[in-house]
């Protein structure tokens, strides 16, 4: 499985705040593992840390804001956008003001960074959300939308469309997260001329020049408008009557604005906390329509924050029944695993077919059968068990044997006909021929049953 990753080294960067004008230093640090993206307010007494989620944030009109108490960091998409196109899952950033530096507007400073100081692998596994079902939000107001089906990785198309004879429609696609740094994080922000002058009004973008976005000029306006915007933006007069870009860098990409949005997009969505496995189509997208989402998203990840292994009933199985009867000594009735169907290196995936002939229904009960609760930790122990005895010299020679048994939960109750899936994982390296697992059954998406066991591999007399 792929590992949890965080940078190698410290890095810093330093640029004006997009809305403020303030010099801002964001300084980048490794992480533990499983402490996701964090924001610390270094320029304020007690140095206050906020959580990179989505129930953080409180303002997406511009730009992701995100919040603890009276405590904001704005313009945070950028970063965070990098943080996750590069697969890192684990960073502090410490920030001396209310906002990220908004640099040349894309995401590409920080990318070179994170490969400059390199990038280290974690002992924890990633933590994938795997996408099982569509998922999909809609803006009425603006037709904004955003759906994500399932897929084998992660990809993201963005399709923009504006009121604009010059400038209408454009479309980007990432399908591999490993083109991310040359494909996407170049790719600037881009702001209207229509939309400059209230934002000026409003003293909103104190820190905005053509140095950090790309200005489209697409509906023409009087020639005295014009000059007025450029002289606030300090740049040359153009002649009003030729639209086009103000900007004197030419653009990237001709899509470039779609990849920016494409760039937001995957920046908003890293505020679900877990990395995803899911296609996204967004169709008109921007940070509130993105935000939404992203909460949506979460709501489903905290329903479902245990997921269920995937099981394809016609694959070969890993052991069989055979292997199984091989490495434990159990046999029927009590023998409670059928198959096992995946292994790695810290985590085993099994299953059980649970029928009307079991001889436990007889007694329990008869007019209503119900799998007993220690029946169903007994399964998850010798689950555990293989997994266990496959990393040992002939495992035939080896027995597993309970100590403690904690965090038992039953949530719902096995009946004949249910398919039970267990997956047992070790919360730490064998020692002395003792280790500790956590243990969950499923019944096709749901949880059933639960627990953390400790136990003992004994060689056979």
Known sequence: MSKQKTLKGSFSLHG??????????????????NSGYKIQRIDLEGEPVIDAIAENVVETT????????????????????????MGIDNCLIQVNGPEMPILDGSAAPYVEQINR????????????????????????ETGAS?????????????????????????FATLDKMEDYGKEIAGARTFVFVRDIEPLMQANL?????????????????????????????????????????????????????????????????ALTGRPLKGRVIATKPGHTVNNQFARQLRREIRAHEVQAPIYDCNAEPLM????????????????????????????????????????????????EPVMPGVLQVEAMAQAGGLLVLSSVEEPERW??????????????????????????ELLAPVRHGV??????????DRVISEATFTAQIVKNK
């Open 16 to 33: 004006k705040g997009l809305h403020t004008g303030l010099s801002i230093t964001a300084t980048f640090n490794p992480a533990p593992e």
């Open 62 to 85: 511009r730009s992701t804001v995100l919040a603890k108490g009276d405590v904001r960091c704005a313009t945070v998409e950028h970063a965070l956008s990098a943080l996750y196109g």
């Open 117 to 140: 100081v390199g990038i280290a692998d974690q002992n924890a596994n990633k933590d994938f959300y795997i996408i099982r079902k569509k998922i999909e939000v809609t803006d009425e």
């Open 146 to 170: 955003i759906i994500i089906l399932p897929d084998e990785d992660f990809s993201v198309t963005t399709m923009i469309s504006y009121d604009s004879t010059w400038f209408s429609s454009q």
């Open 205 to 269: 973008i104190k820190g905005g020049d053509l140095d950090n976005a790309i200005v489209i000029y697409e509906n023409e306006i009087s020639q005295e408008r014009l000059d007025k915007l450029a002289d606030q933006l300090g740049v040359a007069h153009v002649d009003a009557t030729k639209l086009g870009f103000l900007n004197t860098k030419p653009l990237v990409w001709k899509n470039e604005p779609a990849r920016h949005k494409l760039l937001d997009i995957i920046g908003d969505l």
């Open 320 to 367: 069989d029944v055979n292997r199984i009867r091989e490495l434990l000594p159990h046999r029927y009735p009590m023998q409670l695993v059928d198959k096992v169907i995946e292994i790695g290196a810290n985590y085993i995936v099994a299953v059980k077919n649970v029928t009307s002939n079991e001889p436990f229904f007889q007694g329990h009960f008869p007019e």
């Open 399 to 424: 027995s597993t044997y309970f100590m403690k048994i904690d965090g038992v939960k039953f949530r719902q109750k096995v009946v004949p006909g249910d398919t039970l899936i267990f997956r047992v």
């Open 435 to 444: 280790s500790s697992m956590k243990g969950y059954i499923f019944v096709g």
